[in-house]
């Protein structure tokens, strides 16, 4: 998913001065002891077109979001970068061009589906942590997309409807990829290369 956007702004001009490489404005909302103290950060990017379809369908259940509109006008409104977490374009760019200067695994959503016990090792091995199989598989599955959607503490099957109605939209709907195909046309696949070349 993306990053929310903090309401406040950077507490002093000397954060956004020693930040100004940093690039993309979301960086720039972390805390500057986040890259003093050189912290690891996990960066998950998914394909831009499946990340246009998820944020529609949780933007029309999210009724602290303003209405996405039709499928139409939100294509137009993501392709801008007009959403309310700003350019999905900038972001994952912004932490591409991060991620050899910094501590970011930067993994890849599709890859985490292809093949789940592999980027859980990457991450593992990336946080200098050691388990033994029988843990790892366990922690396949708990993480597995199936079983997350069942858990309430990660389906927010226990938040207000007034706040997220699932009636719309699960909240967790498929956690597959290539369902831009079902909404799209050639203009969608034409526009948003599947590469990734951030």
Same mark, same amino acid.
């Given at each position: 998913?993306?990053?929310?956007?903090?309401?406040?702004?950077?507490?002093?001009?000397?954060?956004?001065? @020693?930040?100004?490489?940093?690039?993309?404005? &979301?960086?720039? +909302?972390?805390? %500057?002891?986040? =890259? $003093?103290?050189?912290?690891?950060?996990?960066?998950?990017?998914?394909?831009?077109?499946?990340?246009?379809? @998820?944020?529609?369908?949780?933007?029309?259940? &999210?009724?602290? +979001?303003?209405? %996405?509109?039709? =499928? $139409?006008?939100?294509?137009?409104?993501?392709?801008?970068?007009?959403?309310?977490?700003?350019?999905?374009?900038?972001?994952?760019?912004?932490?591409?061009?991060?991620?050899?200067?910094?501590?970011?695994?930067?993994?890849?959503?599709?890859?985490?589906?292809?093949?789940?016990?592999?980027?859980?090792?990457?991450?593992?091995?990336?946080?200098?942590?050691?388990?033994?199989?029988?843990?790892?598989?366990?922690?396949?599955?708990?993480?597995?997309?199936?079983?997350?959607?069942?858990?309430?503490?990660?389906?927010?099957?226990?938040?207000?409807?007034?706040?997220?109605?699932?009636?719309?939209?699960?909240?967790?709907?498929?956690?597959?990829?290539?369902?831009?195909?079902?909404?799209?046309?050639?203009?969608?696949?034409?526009?948003?290369?599947?590469?990734?070349?951030?």
């Amino acid at each position: 998913m993306g990053t929310w956007r903090s309401a406040s702004e950077p507490s002093s001009n000397t954060a956004i001065l @020693s930040l100004s490489g940093l690039g993309h404005p &979301n960086l720039l +909302l972390l805390p %500057p002891s986040f =890259w $003093e103290n050189n912290c690891k950060f996990l960066y998950v990017a998914r394909n831009a077109k499946d990340c246009m379809v @998820s944020y529609y369908h949780f933007q029309r259940m &999210n009724h602290m +979001l303003p209405d %996405p509109g039709t =499928w $139409e006008e939100y294509f137009e409104t993501f392709i801008n970068g007009k959403v309310v977490w700003g350019s999905w374009f900038d972001h994952v760019k912004g932490w591409w061009e991060m991620k050899d200067r910094h501590q970011i695994l930067f993994l890849f959503y599709e890859d985490i589906k292809r093949d789940p016990k592999h980027e859980i090792r990457k991450v593992m091995q990336f946080m200098g942590k050691k388990v033994d199989e029988t843990v790892l598989d366990k922690i396949v599955q708990e993480t597995s997309f199936e079983k997350m959607k069942e858990n309430p503490m990660t389906n927010r099957s226990t938040v207000s409807k007034s706040i997220l109605d699932q009636s719309i939209s699960s909240f967790m709907r498929k956690g597959v990829w290539g369902l831009f195909i079902i909404h799209s046309d050639c203009l969608v696949t034409s526009c948003l290369p599947l590469s990734r070349q951030y």
